[in-house]
C-alpha cells in the first residue's frame, strides 16, 4: 500500500520516474552503490521524534543526523530517534528502513537536509530493500514541500 499510495500521487502530478532493483543491500552506503548512485544523491529516510511528534528527515546516504544541530534548526527542545515500533505501521508494506521519503502521505512532517536540496535527481529506497526509485528533486520539493533545515 505505501508504494502503491507513492506511484500513485506521483503517475497522479505527471512525474516521470524510475525504478530500478539490485542485489539486496540494507546501508544506504550499501544501496547507493548498488544502485550505481552517487551517496550525496541517495536520500535516506530517519525516523525522529521532535518534541514528541513523529517526523521523517531526509539526508544524503553520506550524512548523518546531528540531532542537537536538528532541534536548533527546528526550535524544538528535544529531538530524538524514532523507534521502530512507533512507526512500522505508518509504512505497512515497506520493508524496515526502507521507507519512502514521502512522509507528506502518511501524515509525517518531512523536513529535508540542504545538501540533498543541491541534487538534481534523487534516488531512495523504494520500499524494498530491493528497489530504488529515482525522480528529479525538484519534482519531490515540489509535491512533499519539505522544510529545508541543517541537520
Known sequence: MSMARVKRFLDDNGVKYVIQQHSPAYTAQEVAEAAHVPGRHF?????VEIDGRLALTVLPATDRVDLQ???RSVG???VELAKEADFEDRFPDCEPGAMPPFGNLFELEV???PHLAEADLISFNAGSHREVMQLAYSAFDRLVKPA???M
Do not use: D, N, Y
Open 69 to 71: 544541530r536538528l532541534a
Open 148 to 150: 529545508e533545515v541543517a
Open 43 to 47: 536520500a535516506k529516510c530517519v525516523m
Open 111 to 113: 523536513f529535508v537536509s
Open 76 to 78: 524544538a527542545q528535544s
